[in-house]
Structure formats: structure tokens, C-alpha cells
């Protein structure tokens, strides 16, 4: 007897308002799922015929259906256009029904004609792991309407509620398990061809494909070699090398290649992935294009056989479908690398993670806390001017700032509630840095609600005067705002605007000119074009900001306060305020300095992370945080001992801004990432900031300099460099792990990648000694003699394992 599984269709709520009267007229149906098109409202699963449909219910958002239970046959779940080719899910669709209306014409009813002639309109759909039709399961799923425009990013439609209960399924029975087993997990150890995930957690395999090419700048250039998609990467895997691709593959040297053969791209990075005329075509957030094509060969886990073939199959197509379809869906789910329960299956050998696996409090930052920050700023000495208030505890008075807030001890809390009034979105001026040395003072917050009238606050003007005359030269304020005068002048018409400096006692205030979001945007997206003069305009951004950076740290190194807001205060004020305390304290130059100024003024105090870096809406994205970036990378050029870090640890932050693998960079405010914590939401993922710091040896800059005290960074145009391993990496050069650091180019002998070009003799020689442990020269050399013996046994013995280990990941059915 067929295994079949009752799904119980129980109600739904919240819904999508589809008609002119704010309701809807839902009704659901479940089809199976093999791929997607361009829009979505045009699946190729439309025109299917559905597994079941239920009633429709009348002018509602909030239905229930008392009698919609359906049995559905496994088999059916299953059945693709080809032999062996098994989706990865269902897909639960709600669907409001359009009636051709009738009664006397008007506004409303000529809409709902037009709606109506239409068609039925999609209020929202949820994918479902076949593994949920094989055991009892009752829950709510949550549905989503994604975007017509764009294959990233979706509105959330409200949620359903589904019972499964299976019957004649039997789990030892060899046809049901092909059918319903688990997604494999990929083993360990790894292959040599393969590094694992960064964030630790466990990842599954969802399909492969093998003979793929990686097309090239250059036509005539070509990679061979497999492409898998699994739980939270996609990953291509170099098994031969041709320039010409007629003539004959060869293999890849293992030891030459090693990790280098691989492309690695998270899944949360890609913004676009189409499938058409056999080529799948990739596009990430960060402008770069990979195109694969499919030649034949496919292996599906699901079905654990191997498909070869000379040219291109429905299989084949079927089973790439499979891949994008998988993608698409994973880009439509936000946090999807995190709710693995919830998207694909568990291997059966591996416990699903229970309470051990909760987030507590101290996950939020680790030992990178606001608190300890400013203890080591002295910021909260007895001695010190400042204390820590408890206005926003609740998150009350600013729901995207920090729970814990230094202002002046002159200042009360019934005096910062008020002043946050005149604040866009409640930011008020607060501390983010007090030079220990000069007591110089930099504070943050948005733009005053000064309107066409210029409208002024006595109590924002009691907390301003109360934080100028807390630095070591009282009433010398320096206010930094970062937009371009114009536009502020614009803000005014909206209730908005700019201080007038006579409001406070000795300010002034200067216009740094730093564009917004879309034109960062825009910059970005040309600079990845060939273009010359685009490369300039985003150079030319960047040298705009770190001039910003520069004025505010010469006015603190001279004992005075800065106050630096941009519009709402968490765009360009962190990329200046960040910039200034790289500039002025050493300690943020150190690698755990960097992450826990990362933690202060980016996630604490509030950065769109969400919606800057691959969110759901296109005119919300920008590459803010990677332009701060790239302006540290500037520093380091002109500074080259100056950083405990080289280039290696931004290109690292700058790939998991996007990849979604790490939780740190997932919310807006510290606010939502409580509430995250407050849901007890699962995770097997390591903190970023713990990852980096038990790999700190990675990122060492061997010229580091402790010494070097304050920064000379000079901010001209013709001073700017682009940053070539972030915006120009040719196609194969992503085959290798992007958090290794290149090979040394002579074109630029300052990077700070290239310690071995930078170090003299003398420098050479102590860190020769550093490393072998060694007092004298000599010792050292014996010491690097048997360093060399042991190095050349290991390449000896990986050279024997690792044509054995390639066959094993390539022609094992199971892997």
C-alpha cells in the first residue's frame, strides 16, 4: 500500500488584505515545487495541477476551516519529470479568489472588476520539507509574499496552521526512505577540496552537479568542475583546468591548488540566481557576477544515483531547477541559515539541538559589552563627569539606541526624555569616546527637529552645554554634520534640519558633504563596472569621509567635543564617529579594540544591518558598513604599523556583512537583538566576534608597531587607493578561501598584506627570532631547517591521499 499522510489545513491568521474592503477570500492549495522563473507570480507551479484545494472562506484575514483534511500520496510528493529527480518540498500557497462583482458601478467595484479579470491574486506561500509528510507534526508556518522585481527579499503575509499525520509509512522500508530520508550532512573530516562553514555550525548537502563550467572574464578562459548547493553556501569545487575547453582537462595539482579550489559563495550574499539557456547566473550584493554552465552529470542525494551525460538532459535542467528553486527560497526566508529545523531535514545520526542550544544573555556580546568599554575609557570613574543612565533600560526612550546611555552627571533623566522629543527618532546626543589623554569629548546623535522655523529645545540645549563643558576645554564644540548643506536645508521642510550654533555656548558647526544612502548605492553598483571615472567617484566618497574623520580628531586631540549626526544618526555618524576613535585610540587599532568599537557603534548604537546589507527592500541597501571598511583600509595603507590587523580581517567582515551566517550582523539595534534572545530563539552558530578571536594569528600584521600612538592619514583624493581584494578579484581568484591573503604583488610595496615586503632586515631578523623561539641567528636556522623537513614530509603525504580523497568525494554516491 502506497504511504500517504493526512494534511489537516486547521486555520490561518493575519493574513495579506487583498480587496478594496480589506479583506480577503482565502483558500489553499499545496503543489509540489521543482523551480522558479523571473516573477514569481508566474511559477511554472501555477499552471500545476494542486495535490489538493480547499473551500474558499468569505471576507476574511483570520479564516478557519473546521473540515479540510486531505490525504495526499507520498509517491505523488515525489514524482518529477524524470526518473530519480525528487523535489526538496511542497509549497503551501493562499490564494484569495476574485468573483467578477456586481451592483451599481464605482471606485471600488471598477477595481474589484479589474482584479477580478486578473485572476486569483497570491496572498502568500511557505515552502514544506518533505520530511514533515512522515511523522506527526502540528505547527504554525509562516508565509511571505516575495517582491515581483527582485528575487531577495519578501513581505511577510501572515502565517497557517498545518497538521500532518502519516499513514503506511513505514521508515525502514527502502522505497520510503529514498523518498523521505534526510538531507546528508557533509562529512567530516572534510575533503581536502573543502573548508568548512566559519560560523561552526553543521551544514547539509540539498543537490550537486558535476561538470560545470565557471565562465570567465574572458570567454576563452574556463574552470571545470562540480557545483553543490547545500543548507548555507554554494559552493564550486575545481577538478580540472583548461584555457581552451575542447582541448583536454587536466587535474588540478592538489598541493598547488589545495583550498584554492574552491569558490565559495554564502547564500545570504547572493542577491539574484536565474537559470536559463543552461547557464545559472549568480549575482551578489557586492556587484560580483559568476556564471555557471552546466555541460552534464548530475548526482541528487535524494535519489543517491549519478546521472552522466554528454550534453544537456531534462534531468539535467530538472535537477539545476532543483538548485535555484532551493537558493530562491533560502533568499525569500530571513535568518534562513538558522532555522534549519524549519527548512530542511536532520540527519538521522545527529540530535536536533534542545536547550543547550539557546541564546542567553550573555551571547549578545560576549565580553565586548558597552559597559566594559567604557570602564576602560575611565568614562565611569568616580572622578569622571559621566554616568550611566537608566532612561532607556526598556528601550523607552530610543528603541534603536543602547540600553545603557553615558551622559553628563549634570544631567537628569526627566531632562534626556525630553530632549529626545526634539531628536529625529529620540537619538539624543550621548558619549561613544572620552580620550583618556586630552579628555577630549565625541559624542553621536540625529538631526535636530528644528524645522522651517528652527525651532530650538532648552533642554537639548541643557544637554549639549552640559557635555561641552565636560571636555578638558569647556565650551569649544565642534559640530560635524555629515550631509551635504543643501540637503539639510532640504530636511527642514519635513520638521527637520540643522543646529543653529548660537543655540550653544561656543559651537560651531561645519557640512562634510558625505551623500546618502542611494548614492553610495549607485557608486557602488557602477564602481563594479570598468569604468575609470567610477572608480573615482567612490574614491572621491571615501576621501570625503575620512576628511570628516580627520577634522573631529585633530578637535578632540586638542581637549575640545564633537558632536557628529547625519540625518537619523546610524549611516554616516557611525562610519565618522568610528573613524575618529581609530584615528585617536590605539586600543581600536588591536583586534579585539576593532570588534568591540564594531559592537559600540555599529550594533549597539544602532546600524541597519538588516536593511543596508541584502535586505528585503532595494532602496534600503547600502554599503555602508563596507565603506567604513574600506576607509580603515585606507589608514592602513598610509599607516602600515600602525594596526595589529591587516587587510584580511576586513575582507572577512566585509563577506560575512552579507552571508547571513553569523547573528551579529542580523538586526538593526541592540533592541531587536534582545528580542531575539527574549523568543529564545535556537542556534548552532558561533558568535562572529568569538570566531575572529580564535583566529586572531590569521589576521596579525607582522609590522604592527604598539608605539605608534596617533594616525597621519591624509584624506586627499590623489591619496586614495582602491581597495583591489575587495572590488577587483578576478572570477578565479574567488576559487580560493577569501580569508587568506594573497600573493604579494610588486605594484604595491606599502600593502599591509605583504609583511615579507615591508619588513627591513633589521625587523626581519627579530621576527625570525620571535618565531623560531631562538636567541642567536644560527639557532634559528637549525630551527627553520627541520621546519622545512617537517613541511616537505607533509606535502609528501598529502600527495599520496589526496587522489584517493578526491574519488572519494566525487564518486561516492553517498558522500
Known sequence: ?????????????NLFASDSNGKSDPYVKLITAFGTTEN??????????????????????????????????????????????????????????????????????VRDMLDAMDGDDLIGCARIPLEYFSREYEGWFKLFRPHRDSQQGSREAGAILLRFTPEHFDVLDAEHKVLFAPLPAIPSPLPPSLHPLENGQIEWLAQVVRNVYLKGDRKAVYSRGTLLVTSHRLIFTTLFTTNDVFTTPRPVAPILRGRSSMLDIPLGSIKICRFKNSTLSIKTHEHRVFRFEVTGGVLTFESTCCLEASTVSYSMINAVAIMQSHIYWCLQEQLFPFKCEARVRWPATLAKPEESCRLTSTDLYGDLDLLSEFHRQKALDPSAPWRCSVANTSYNLCATYPSALLVPKAVSDEVLQRAAAFRSRGRVPALTFWDKETKGVLCRCSQPMSGILQRQSDDDKMLVDAISASAARPHD???????????????????KGFEDPDWYSGAQIHFMG?????????????????????????????????????????YIGGGSTVL?????????????????????????R??????????????????????????PVEEERAPIFVQFLDCVYQCQVQ?????????????????????????????????????????????ISESLWSVVLKRQAEWLNLR????????????????????????????????????????PSTSDPTHTCKPSVLLGTKDAEQKLLIITGSQDLTSSKSVLDDMEAQSKYVIRTLNETVEGAYAWLFDNETL
Open 1 to 13: 500500500m502506497d504511504p500517504t499522510c493526512i494534511v489537516s489545513v486547521l486555520e490561518a491568521r
Open 40 to 109: 514569481f507570480n508566474k511559477l511554472s507551479e501555477r499552471t500545476k495541477t494542486p495535490l489538493f484545494k480547499t473551500t474558499v472562506s468569505q471576507a476574511t484575514l483570520n479564516p478557519r476551516w473546521e473540515k479540510e483534511h486531505h490525504k495526499v500520496n507520498l509517491k505523488n510528493l515525489a514524482k518529477g519529470a524524470d526518473a530519480g529527480e525528487i523535489p526538496l518540498h511542497a509549497v503551501v500557497e493562499v490564494w484569495d479568489e476574485d468573483v467578477m462583482p456586481t451592483g451599481i458601478p464605482n471606485k471600488d467595484l
Open 477 to 495: 564644540l565642534l559640530i560635524i554634520d555629515c550631509r551635504p548643506k543643501l540637503n539639510a536645508a532640504a530636511n527642514r521642510m519635513a520638521g
Open 514 to 554: 558625505i551623500e546618502n544612502i542611494h548614492t553610495m548605492r549607485a557608486s557602488l553598483k557602477h564602481l563594479a563596472d570598468a569604468s575609470s571615472g567610477e572608480r573615482l567617484s567612490w574614491l572621491r566618497h571615501v576621501s570625503i569621509t575620512l576628511d570628516a574623520a580627520v577634522r573631529g580628531s585633530q
Open 564 to 588: 557628529v549626526h547625519c540625518s537619523d544618526g546610524w549611516d554616516r555618524t557611525a562610519q565618522v564617529a568610528s573613524l575618529i576613535q581609530v584615528m585617536r585610540d590605539p586600543y581600536f
Open 590 to 615: 588591536t583586534v579585539r579594540g576593532f570588534l568591540a568599537l564594531i559592537v559600540k557603534d555599529w550594533c549597539a548604537f544602532g546600524h541597519k544591518f538588516a536593511h543596508r546589507c541584502g535586505g
Open 639 to 683: 599607516n602600515p604599523a600602525a594596526f595589529e590587523f591587516d587587510e584580511r580581517l576586513l575582507l572577512f567582515l566585509a563577506r560575512h556583512a552579507y552571508s547571513q551566517l553569523f547573528p551579529d550582523f542580523w538586526c538593526n539595534s541592540e533592541a531587536e537583538r534582545v528580542e531575539y534572545l527574549a523568543e529564545g530563539f535556537k542556534t
Open 704 to 743: 604592527f608597531d604598539p608605539s605608534v600612538h596617533e594616525l597621519t592619514v591624509e584624506a586627499k583624493m590623489e591619496s586614495m587607493q582602491l581597495w583591489e581584494q575587495q572590488y577587483r578579484r578576478p572570477v578565479f581568484e574567488d576559487c580560493s578561501d577569501p580569508d587568506l591573503p594573497s600573493a
